[in-house]
């Protein structure tokens, strides 16, 4: 590659396909000349069963990137929620540095889900101080196989967001209220956050189908009873990189406000 050009891929692992948009700025005589392309492949079918998920949609990346190597670009690449398990984890002043964090956030992804799962690969958010925070954990050989199939064409990983985390990340600056839900569906999976002062009580996603809008007044109803907080959180900000169409039916006590997805929008790190 030119030491005056550059490609940066923005890669979206989604629960039923894969985005890629490739962005690409290279110096001419008339200045900086850039040019973006999006793709869009399927990594979810009828004869494809949950096992299958991660295989297919490394196939669907790699129908995507082709055959062209491009040395010295690098990738930022968000995963879908149905890859990834998420913990809220109180803060814990006891705790004397990263190592002893590192066991106890094992120790807490053990307790939610199975052995296996405190193995993976878990990070926290750092950026909210003393206050209870949002915890990711995803399967190590799943982020050796994505940066192994992208260091054969020359494309370093700069980085991995899970879904929830990258629209939390997005989106933070507008969460004012002092409680309220935040939510993100995608083809299939609403993974849902509710904050209260400040701080995470929960983060979670789960599977829903076409009527997911129709029964949303319920879902939050159930949530709010099982995550029991001293706040009313009456507002809610949804994020649907779907696509699907569909307004948002009536939902009495609720404030809700629809953010733009990022595909739609054309944000990017």
Same mark, same amino acid.
């Given at each position: 590659?030119?030491?005056?050009?550059?490609?940066?891929?923005?890669?979206?692992?989604?629960?039923?396909?894969?985005? %890629?948009?490739?962005?690409?700025?290279?110096?001419?005589?008339?200045?900086?000349?850039?040019?973006?392309? %999006?793709?869009?492949? +399927?990594?979810?079918?009828?004869? &494809?069963? *949950?096992?299958?998920? =991660?295989?297919?949609?490394?196939?669907?990346?790699?129908?995507?990137?082709?055959?062209?190597?491009?040395?010295?670009?690098?990738? &930022?690449?968000?995963?879908?929620?149905?890859?990834?398990?998420?913990?809220?984890? /109180? @803060?814990?002043? *006891?705790?004397?540095?990263?190592?002893?964090?590192?066991?106890?956030?094992?120790?807490?992804?053990?307790?939610?889900?199975?052995?296996?799962?405190?193995?993976?690969?878990?990070?926290?958010?750092?950026?909210?101080?003393?206050?209870?925070?949002?915890?990711?954990?995803?399967? /190590?050989?799943?982020?050796?196989?994505?940066?192994?199939?992208?260091?054969?064409?020359?494309?370093?990983?700069?980085?991995?967001?899970?879904?929830?985390?990258?629209? %939390?990340?997005?989106?933070?600056?507008?969460?004012?209220? +002092?409680?309220?839900?935040?939510?993100?569906?995608?083809?299939?999976?609403?993974?849902?956050?509710?904050?209260?002062?400040?701080? =995470?009580?929960?983060?979670?996603?789960?599977?829903?189908?076409?009527?997911?809008?129709?029964?949303? +007044?319920?879902?939050?109803?159930?949530?709010?009873?099982?995550?029991?907080?001293?706040?009313? *959180?009456?507002?809610?900000?949804?994020?649907?990189?779907?696509?699907?169409?569909?307004?948002?039916?009536?939902?009495?006590? @609720?404030?809700?406000?629809?953010?733009?997805?990022?595909?739609?929008?054309?944000?990017?790190?």
């Amino acid at each position: 590659m030119s030491p005056l050009s550059f490609v940066e891929w923005d890669i979206r692992i989604g629960h039923a396909a894969v985005m %890629v948009r490739r962005r690409r700025a290279r110096l001419g005589l008339r200045g900086w000349q850039r040019s973006d392309s %999006v793709g869009l492949a +399927p990594c979810e079918g009828p004869d &494809r069963g *949950a096992g299958a998920a =991660w295989p297919a949609a490394l196939d669907g990346l790699l129908q995507q990137l082709g055959q062209a190597r491009a040395p010295g670009a690098r990738a &930022r690449v968000v995963l879908s929620d149905s890859m990834v398990r998420y913990a809220v984890v /109180p @803060w814990n002043p *006891a705790l004397a540095g990263v190592e002893e964090e590192a066991v106890f956030l094992r120790h807490r992804f053990g307790q939610l889900y199975d052995a296996g799962t405190a193995e993976w690969d878990i990070r926290v958010d750092r950026q909210h101080g003393e206050r209870a925070r949002i915890a990711s954990a995803v399967d /190590p050989a799943q982020l050796a196989a994505l940066g192994e199939l992208l260091r054969a064409r020359g494309i370093r990983l700069r980085s991995v967001v899970p879904a929830l985390a990258d629209t %939390v990340g997005r989106h933070l600056s507008r969460l004012k209220e +002092p409680a309220g839900w935040l939510l993100y569906h995608d083809a299939g999976l609403l993974s849902m956050a509710r904050w209260e002062d400040g701080a =995470w009580m929960c983060a979670r996603s789960f599977r829903v189908d076409h009527r997911w809008r129709a029964v949303l +007044p319920a879902l939050l109803a159930r949530e709010e009873c099982l995550h029991d907080g001293q706040r009313e *959180a009456a507002a809610v900000y949804i994020e649907d990189a779907s696509g699907a169409a569909g307004g948002m039916p009536e939902m009495q006590g @609720w404030r809700v406000q629809e953010l733009r997805a990022a595909e739609r929008a054309g944000e990017g790190a």
